[in-house]
């Protein structure tokens, strides 16, 4: 192992070293905690590889910048917080409609509104969902360690070009400012997913939005041999605005489709101490560091934990909930919010009475003893 392949870096600068060995090109961003880092590093490190830094006058302008960016063959990304996502949702509709590849980093803090820009919190999961209107499908991906932040930042690339999709990547403050060791891999070790080009010559029709029978859509940058629309309103395969029932209903299928049906590909998970658990914790994030913790901690003392860490939030892999919940006592979500995930495990389970919430959500890290609080709780009513 190299030295210079050994960093010791906050998590924002692992999402970073991701991007760059992903081949991002362009960012485009505006200053918000507890994200900054994220641009404050490529704001060096992209022009000493040939990509381009921009700061944008606001987050909107970010989102529209990536957006344009992309569609002229680049890979992109931004960063921003809870109060600065709220305001890019109207373009990541956008990027949806006209399936335009980018990755958007929301490194969360206390909110609604200005909230609590400094401390710990995870209340955008159904904002990173549902935050954008309409019928739709999303990519949002997560991790608690530095090394999985690295590579699920370059598996974000990777899902962003496969499916011509935007990919978020949720964290939050305490990965985000936290220091860990990360390893970075060679080149190669790694796969990397580039953009697919259409083989459809210069002067011939290219149709934008007439899948391959993989179902992949080949893209053409836009403004160089190939002239086609792009817009946000229900279109056909040349990409001009059709609101026939049919083309509508199609599309939006395919919209949906192309990620829902793709679940078990897309998913990313990591299991502890599973194989014979009574009690199963559910959790992402840095709130799965202390879960991993408090069952390691009771698996020493008896006490059959397991845990199934989420590095994959959306789409929801009720599936792989089901399975891995089927024969455990009790389920507990661990999060730091009033039950966004809770509420998806619910729907997942036959018995959602056996599951529990274990959360904080007053700006703190949520610690192994509030999950044993409730550990005691369910332990007292004889389950």
């Not at 080009?197 to 403004?223: A, Q």
């Not at 700006?363 to 005691?376: A, F, H, Q, W």
């Amino acid at each position: 192992m190299k030295n210079n392949h050994i960093k010791f870096v906050q998590g924002n600068e692992a999402c970073m070293e991701g991007a760059m060995y992903a081949g991002l090109e362009f960012f485009a961003g505006y200053p918000i905690t507890p994200s900054t880092e994220i641009a404050e590093a490529l704001s060096s490190r992209l022009p000493e590889n040939g990509g381009k830094f921009i700061q944008m006058e606001d987050e909107i302008a970010s989102m529209g910048a990536i957006i344009g960016a992309s569609l002229t063959g680049h890979k992109v990304m931004t960063a921003t917080s809870g109060p600065g996502f709220s305001l890019k949702q109207e373009a990541l509709g956008y990027a949806c409609m006209a399936e335009i590849p980018c990755v958007i980093a929301n490194v969360q803090r206390g909110g609604p509104s200005t909230g609590n820009p400094t401390h710990v919190s995870q209340g955008d999961v159904n904002q990173t969902r549902w935050g954008t209107h309409g019928d739709h499908a999303i990519v949002v991906m997560t991790a608690s360690n530095h090394q999985d932040v690295f590579e699920i930042t370059v598996e974000a690339f990777n899902l962003a070009e496969t499916y011509r999709t935007p990919v978020i990547i949720l964290l939050d403050e305490v990965v985000g400012h936290m220091r860990e060791r990360l390893v970075i891999p060679d080149h190669g070790e790694i796969p990397v997913v580039d953009r697919l080009r259409t083989s459809v010559p210069k002067g011939v029709d290219y149709h934008p939005y007439l899948p391959r029978e993989d179902g992949r859509l080949p893209m053409s940058d836009f403004g160089a041999e190939h002239r086609y629309n792009v817009t946000g309103l229900f279109h056909d395969m040349w990409g001009f605005p059709n609101n026939n029932p049919k083309v509508v209903k199609g599309l939006l299928r395919h919209l949906v489709d192309k990620i829902e049906n793709n679940v078990n590909a897309i998913n990313r998970h990591k299991e502890y101490f599973m194989d014979d658990a009574e009690f199963m914790l559910i959790s992402y994030g840095s709130s799965a560091r202390s879960a991993i913790h408090m069952a390691k901690e009771k698996r020493e003392k008896g006490l059959k934990i397991g845990v199934l860490e989420l590095q994959t939030l959306w789409p929801f892999p009720s599936g792989l909930i089901r399975e891995k919940c089927a024969g455990a006592k009790a389920v507990i979500v661990v999060e730091m919010n009033m039950g966004q995930v809770l509420s998806q495990v619910k729907n997942a389970l036959d018995q959602p009475e056996k599951v529990f919430l274990a959360n904080r959500i007053d700006g703190e890290l949520l610690s192994p003893e509030d999950i044993k609080s409730v550990l005691r709780i369910i332990q007292g009513k004889g389950v």
